[in-house]
């Protein structure tokens, strides 16, 4: 299981007087204490995750052979962390202690989503006259000249359509029919926390010394217009805590990999040999001495810590995030016609019926069943889906008549048909017959 150590082998089996023959040992021959002494010398080496994980295997299986991928972690020579620029996103978990007050926030570690509490529900409605809604609904007709204006416009906003055929098209039939589009919007608030930190400037820090942590349905915070998504972040209050840097180990900075310390690097010009080649003369660039000075540091050798900037420190606190997001259930009745699906849940329609309230009932006597059917679908999806990982804050439920014609019409000896749809009489062309590049899709 040791076979993978490679090139490393006798440099870190020497490093703590493994090897005492010229020759290296085989794998098998190696003993747990002998990689363990390895192990511990290239521990800077290792990122930390790895080393928590072969930790747990050697008190878990004494006296055992590691698995081959703990052991090829030294194989694969980790580049030592003080030369790695980027800063990992959190420490490792063992350097936070819990907090007393905090104790329910961090369960499990890492990012947690709270569940909010359970709000009774409202009384259902009283069943609706649907007779007095459909009665008073205007949706305007489409005459012939309407859908000429339409194509025209749609035309004149297309830079590779003519507008001569939509001008001597002739119409010879509309057939139009009334859609039903059902829509479904819950506008819901979800709370997680996470440690996160920031570089520590010796400002006052609000620990748990201060006080218990609230918990986090117990933080107010102003919420945002009904039905506008949003993101925001907040610190937990009495969550702090200082910390030493875990990526400088508190030191404010790094040795410059480029240099590896020393200020100088090699030469570009002359690759460090202080003459260029078949050359008699010492290198212009370097002097000849075949060093030049580091420009990742700028000949200092270090690099001040990008997690830290620079102040040793780090402030650890618990972020609250609460998101709120608007949750879209859409429905729209089937038809015959060949127009989209996709665009008819864009369109424009004539608003019949809108419902808002905390939560709202499943519609259950509407004329056409798969609208009730559609409205009890979509409530129960959103109910499964939020139900115990958001708070619902506000539901609405809209009924919206479109209108959709099948425009008929011939040209230079064929026939072909056009839609119009929506309250603002947009047009769905299945094939223009003046159009100038080939390259050109209809959307």
């Known amino acids: 299981s040791c076979g993978r150590f490679g090139t490393h082998w006798q440099a870190s089996a020497e490093a703590w007087g493994c090897c005492h023959s010229v020759s290296h040992p085989r794998p098998s021959q190696v003993s747990h204490l002998c990689l363990h002494r390895i192990l ?3 521990r800077v080496r290792l990122l930390e995750g790895t080393w928590r994980e072969y930790e747990l295997w050697r008190q878990t299986n ?7 991928s703990l052991t090829g972690c030294v194989a694969l020579g980790v580049v030592d962390l003080s030369f790695q620029a980027e800063s990992p996103l959190a420490p490792p978990a063992e350097l936070l202690e819990r907090l007393p007050s905090c104790d329910w926030l961090l369960q499990g570690g890492g990012q947690q989503i709270f569940f909010p509490p359970s709000e009774a ?3 259902p409605q009283e069943p ?10 205007r949706v305007p007709v489409v005459t012939e000249e309407v859908a000429r204006e339409a194509l025209l416009s749609f035309v004149n906003s297309k830079c590779c359509y003519g507008s001569a055929a939509a001008g001597d098209l002739i119409i010879q039939e509309l057939k139009p029919q009334t859609l039903c589009r059902y ?10 926390s996470e440690w996160t930190f920031q570089p520590f400037t ?3 820090v609000d620990g748990p010394h201060r006080g218990t942590s609230p918990r986090l349905w117990d933080i107010k915070v102003q919420v945002p217009p009904m039905f506008q998504e949003d993101t925001r972040k907040f610190q937990v209050p009495h969550s702090s805590l200082v910390k030493q840097c875990h990526k400088c180990h508190g030191r404010g900075c790094y040795k410059c990999s480029g240099c590896h310390g020393a200020g100088l690097a090699r030469c570009p010009s002359c690759s460090g040999a202080k003459r260029r080649a078949r050359q008699p003369r010492r290198c212009q660039l370097c002097s000849g001495s075949g060093r030049r000075r580091c420009s990742t540091c700028s000949g200092r050798g270090s690099k001040t810590c990008a997690t830290c900037k620079g ?3 780090l402030l650890h606190f618990i972020q609250l995030v609460i998101m709120w997001k608007n949750s879209l259930f859409e429905f729209v009745t089937e038809h015959q016609l060949d127009c989209p699906a996709e665009l008819l849940a864009k369109a424009k329609g004539e608003n019949l019926f809108k419902d808002e309230n905390t939560m709202v009932y499943p519609i259950v006597d509407f004329p056409l069943r798969e609208i009730s059917l559609a409205s009890q679908r979509g409530i129960a999806e959103h109910s499964a889906a939020l139900g115990s990982r958001a708070r619902v804050l506000q539901q609405r439920q809209t009924i919206e008549l479109i209108p959709l014609t099948e425009v008929h019409y011939w040209y230079q000896g ?3 048909v056009y839609y119009v749809y929506g309250t603002d009489h947009k047009v769905y062309v299945v094939d223009y017959p003046e159009r100038y590049c080939c390259g050109c899709t209809i959307i």
């Open 40 to 42: 511990c010398f290239h």
């Open 62 to 68: 004494p006296g055992l052979n590691p698995a081959p």
């Open 121 to 123: 529900p409202g009384r």
């Open 128 to 137: 609706r006259c649907w007779s007095s809604f459909l009665e008073h609904s």
């Open 183 to 192: 829509r479904l919007e819950t506008f819901s608030e979800s709370r997680i």
């Open 202 to 204: 010796s400002h006052s």
């Open 311 to 313: 102040e040793k420190k």
């Open 414 to 416: 064929k026939t072909s």
